[in-house]
């Protein structure tokens, strides 16, 4: 997991490898904006964000624009769900919330369950 933390490209909050090989990134301004007027409940879950992007529990394709993918990953009772857009083999965050349930969509990718 690479995160960016010193940039000067446009206040980049981080850019990560998704689970389908996708860079996918945020800026500073537009995570604030996520934050203070989305969802004030994501402030500070920047790292659950990208374990989300990362190593998510289900993908689901957006059933509206089939260039958005929905991250879902399990915490405790509800899912963070993160909203992101792929362009060009790169993308970007839309929004990140919390849910408790997973929303319709072609669920594309699932974790795989280890057999100890």
């Known amino acids: 997991m690479q995160a960016i933390a010193n940039n000067n490209d446009n206040k980049k909050l981080f850019q990560i490898k998704s689970a389908l090989n996708k860079q996918i990134k945020t800026t500073r301004d537009y995570w604030q904006k996520i934050t203070a007027v989305k969802h004030p409940s994501i402030k500070g879950r920047e790292k659950e ?12 394709v957006s059933n509206s624009d089939k260039k958005v993918f929905l991250y879902y ?3 405790c009772k509800n899912y963070l769900c993160v909203v992101a857009k792929h362009e060009n083999g790169d993308g970007f965050i839309i929004t990140v919330y919390i849910t408790n349930k997973i929303k319709e969509g072609k669920q594309i990718w699932q974790k795989q369950e280890s057999k100890n």
């Open 73 to 75: 990953k399990k915490y």
């Open 49 to 60: 964000t990208q374990e989300a992007l990362t190593s998510p529990d289900i993908i689901r």
